[in-house]
C-alpha cells in the first residue's frame, strides 16, 4: 500500500490564485482529514469526511472547499489565494478499529502564497 | 476534549529511556490518551493510545496515572531517529460525525543528543 499520498510536494501562489491540493488514500479508510500546520504551530483541522459525499467543516474552514466524491480521494481547493493561507497542508485518513482511531497521515504539500 | 499540558522542549542521550510528560487534569472517564509524533516536515505518526491501563507496543509504553490526570511516554532506547515533535492528545469516543477529530497543540520537541 501506499497509504496517503499528496500532490504537488510545493507550490507557489500569487495573491488571487486557485489551486487544487489532491489526496488519495488507498487503504480504503472511510474517514479523511485535511489539516494545515503554520510555523511552530501545532495542526489545525480544516476540513473532514466521514465517507465519500459527506463533508464537514472543522476549525478552519474559511477559504477552503473540498468535495468528497470517492472514497479514495479528497481534493483540498483553494480560491482566491492569500498570504495567510501560506502554510504546510497534510491529509489524513482513518478507520474505526476498536477504540482507536489512528490517523495516517501524508506528506504534506508546503503552499506559498505572494 | 481535554485539554493538555506538555513541556515545549526536552533533551535526551542517545540509547537512554525518553520519558515524556503530560498533564491532563480535565480528563473525563470516556476519553482516551493518544500520541503522535512528527519528525521534521514530515506527517504526524501515529505511536500508542490507552485509556486507564499502561500499554506497550513496539514503538513505545504508555503509563497513565491511576487519576488519569497525567501520561507519561516512555521510548525506551532513544535513538538519534527519535527526534521529533511529540503530541499529547486526548479525546473521546462519540458516535456522531465529526468524532474522529485530533486536536493538536504544540507538543515536547524531544533532541535525541549523541
Known amino acids: 500500500n501506499a497509504g496517503v499520498t499528496q500532490t504537488p510536494k510545493f507550490r507557489i501562489l500569487k495573491i488571487g490564485q486557485s489551486m487544487t491540493l489532491q489526496c488519495t488514500q488507498d487503504m480504503n479508510h472511510n474517514y479523511m482529514y485535511w489539516y494545515r500546520q503554520d510555523p511552530g504551530m501545532g495542526l489545525k483541522l480544516i476540513y473532514y469526511s466521514v465517507g465519500a459525499g459527506i463533508t464537514d467543516k472543522g476549525e478552519v474552514p474559511n477559504g477552503y472547499n473540498v468535495s468528497r466524491s470517492t472514497t479514495e480521494d479528497f481534493p483540498l481547493r483553494l480560491e482566491l489565494a492569500a498570504p495567510s493561507q501560506t502554510s504546510v497542508y497534510f491529509c489524513?485518513?482513518?478507520?474505526?478499529?476498536?477504540?482507536?482511531?489512528?490517523?495516517?497521515f501524508g506528506p504534506g504539500t508546503r503552499l506559498t502564497v505572494t | 476534549d481535554a485539554k493538555t499540558t506538555q513541556p515545549p522542549s526536552m533533551d535526551c542521550a542517545e540509547g537512554r529511556a525518553a520519558n515524556l510528560p503530560c498533564n491532563h487534569s480535565t480528563i473525563s472517564g470516556n476519553e482516551y490518551v493518544y500520541w503522535y509524533r512528527q519528525i521534521h516536515s514530515q506527517g504526524p505518526q501515529y505511536i500508542i493510545h490507552?485509556?486507564?491501563n499502561n500499554e506497550t507496543n513496539e514503538m513505545a509504553s504508555l503509563i497513565i496515572t491511576e487519576d488519569r490526570k497525567s501520561s507519561t511516554l516512555i521510548l525506551p532506547h532513544a535513538t538519534l531517529r527519535d527526534t521529533a515533535v511529540y503530541y499529547c492528545?486526548?479525546?473521546?469516543?462519540?458516535?456522531?460525525?465529526?468524532?474522529?477529530?485530533?486536536?493538536f497543540g504544540k507538543g515536547t520537541k524531544l533532541s535525541v543528543i549523541p
Open positions: 490507552g485509556l486507564k
Open positions: 489524513a485518513s482513518s478507520y474505526k478499529r476498536d477504540t482507536s482511531y489512528e490517523q495516517y
Open positions: 492528545i486526548v479525546r473521546g469516543i462519540y458516535s456522531g460525525a465529526g468524532s474522529y477529530q485530533l486536536t
